[in-house]
C-alpha cells in the first residue's frame, strides 16, 4: 500500500474556556510552578487573610483571568500533626478550565484508498485542574478528563513532587511519558491540532507509571526516566500495547538568548517494552482525527516479545520563527528472530505573525503556548496572536515481510 494519493483538507476550530493563558496557575508542563509553589509556603496568610477572616480549614475561590480556588488551613493548627507535615500556611492552589475543540475535515481523494468522509466532530472536550502546594516538598498535581471523538479518556491524573533528594523530582500517576517534544507539548501548546503522524505511532502519550528526574543546574539541559505500564486506552495511540515498559528522554539548550527569543534545542529518547501476548501493532494515518488509518502493520504479523524504540529531536528559534523537527524508529523483533524497523520523521516550520516568542520550558524541556502581548477584546480593537505553522512528515511501516505501507 502506497498511500500517497489522498489529499487532505481539514479545518479546524478551537475554543479555550476560563481564560488558559492566565500566568498564574496552568499545567506543570507550561509554567514554572515549583518555584511559585515555594513562594506561596513562604508568603505567610497575611497576605491572604485577616486575622478577623480566618477559619480553621477554609476554601476559597476566586476569579482573574479564570477561576481559581484556594485550600488553607490556619496557624490555629500549629504544631499538630497536620501542620507538620504541610507547613504553617497555604496548602493548595489550583485552577479549573475546560477546552473545546472542534474539528471539521473535507477530503478529495483517488486511487484505492479507504474511503474518507466529510464530517463535523467535537475533537476535544476537556475538563481539568491543575494546581501546586506542598506536602513534604513543592508538589504540582493535575486531573483531566474528557471526550474525544465520541469516547471517554481520563488524560492526566499526577502528582509531582519537586525538590526531592538525589533524584530532583518524583512524578506518579497518569501523565505523558517521557519521549518525543511534540507528544509531551500538550494540545493547546502544538502549532496546529494534530500531532505529527510517526509522533502519534511511536510516541505512547499518557501512561501509567513513576518517573524522576527534572533539570540540570542553570536550566539548560533535563533529564527524566521513569517505568510505565498501559492504560485502558488513549486517544493519540497508535502503536503497540505493552505489560511494562522504561523510558528516557534528555535534553539540552546548544544555544541559548532568553533575551532575544534564541535559542537551539536538543533531545533524545528511548523506550523499551516488554509486549503483549498479541504482539506489537503499528498503524497510522494522516494528520486528521477525522480520517481513517492509511498504513497499518496489521494485528498479529509481529508476535516478538519487545519492541524499542529511539527518538532524536531538534529545534531552533529565533524570535517569533521557530523551526523544530525529530526522527524516530522502532526496532522489533518477531517469535521467529527475524528483526524489523519502522520509523518515521516530521519538520514544523511556524511564524507568529503578531510577534510573540513562544516561551520555552526550562524545567521541561519543552515549547509552551503562545501567549499573545494584547488579548481578544472586540471593545479594545485586539485580535491577540496569529501564527503560521506548516509540517511536512513521513511515516514508514514496511520493512521486509511486512509491508504495512508508507505515508508522506
Known amino acids: 500500500m502506497q498511500p500517497r494519493s489522498i489529499l487532505l483538507m481539514p479545518v479546524f476550530l478551537l475554543v479555550a474556556i476560563s481564560a488558559f493563558a492566565a500566568e498564574d496557575v496552568v499545567d506543570a508542563e507550561d509554567t514554572n510552578v515549583v518555584a511559585a509553589a515555594q513562594a506561596d509556603d513562604d508568603a505567610g496568610w497575611e497576605s491572604v487573610f485577616t486575622e478577623e477572616n480566618r477559619v480553621p480549614f477554609h476554601i476559597n475561590f476566586y476569579t482573574e483571568d479564570g477561576l481559581y480556588y484556594e485550600f488553607m488551613e490556619t496557624s490555629e493548627f500549629e504544631g499538630v500533626f497536620f501542620t507538620k507535615v504541610f507547613s504553617e500556611k497555604r496548602r493548595f492552589t489550583g485552577r479549573l478550565g475546560a477546552k473545546l475543540h472542534l474539528d471539521a475535515a473535507f477530503y478529495f481523494q483517488n486511487g484505492t484508498l479507504p474511503e474518507a468522509d ?61 519521549m518525543s517534544m511534540e507528544s509531551l507539548q500538550s494540545s493547546s501548546s502544538v502549532p496546529l491540532m494534530e500531532r505529527a503522524a510517526p509522533v502519534s505511532t511511536f510516541a505512547p502519550g499518557e501512561l501509567m507509571g513513576i518517573q524522576v528526574g527534572g533539570a540540570f543546574p542553570r536550566q539548560r539541559g533535563t533529564f527524566f526516566a521513569g517505568w510505565f505500564a498501559d492504560v485502558n486506552d488513549n486517544e493519540n495511540r497508535g502503536e503497540a500495547e505493552s505489560y511494562s515498559r522504561v523510558m528516557a528522554r534528555a535534553t539540552w539548550l546548544l544555544a541559548d538568548n532568553e533575551e532575544r527569543g534564541r535559542l537551539i534545542h536538543l533531545g533524545a529518547s528511548g523506550s523499551y517494552m516488554v509486549v503483549a501476548r498479541d504482539g506489537v501493532h503499528y498503524q497510522a494515518r494522516p494528520e486528521s482525527y477525522l480520517a481513517p488509518y492509511l498504513i497499518d502493520t496489521g494485528e498479529g504479523a509481529l508476535n516478538g516479545d519487545f519492541a524499542a524504540t529511539y527518538g532524536l529531536e531538534a529545534a531552533w528559534q529565533n524570535g517569533p520563527l521557530l523551526a523544530q523537527g525529530e526522527l524516530l524508529q522502532s526496532h522489533v523483533e518477531d517469535d ?36 499573545p502581548r494584547r488579548r481578544f477584546s472586540f471593545k479594545e480593537r485586539s485580535w491577540g496572536a496569529f501564527e503560521w505553522a506548516g509540517r511536512i512528515s513521513y511515516t514508514d511501516l514496511s520493512d521486509g515481510a511486512i509491508q504495512g505501507g508508507e505515508m508522506g
Not at 347 to 370: C, H, K, M, P, Q
Request: aromatic share 20%.
Open 336 to 371: 521467529l528472530g527475524a528483526d524489523y524497523r519502522f520509523g518515521g520523521a516530521y519538520a514544523t516550520l511556524s511564524w507568529i505573525l503578531t510577534g510573540e516568542t513562544r516561551d520555552y520550558n526550562r524545567g521541561s524541556g519543552i515549547f509552551s503556548r503562545v501567549e
Open 118 to 178: 466529510n464530517d463535523l466532530a467535537v475533537r476535544r472536550f476537556r475538563v481539568n485542574t491543575f494546581g501546586r502546594g506542598f506536602f513534604l516538598s513543592p508538589l504540582t498535581y493535575g486531573v483531566e478528563f474528557g471526550i474525544s471523538d465520541g469516547s471517554f479518556f481520563f488524560n492526566n491524573g499526577y502528582l509531582w513532587f519537586h525538590r526531592v533528594p538525589y533524584v530532583s523530582s518524583v512524578r506518579l500517576g497518569i501523565f505523558t511519558a517521557p
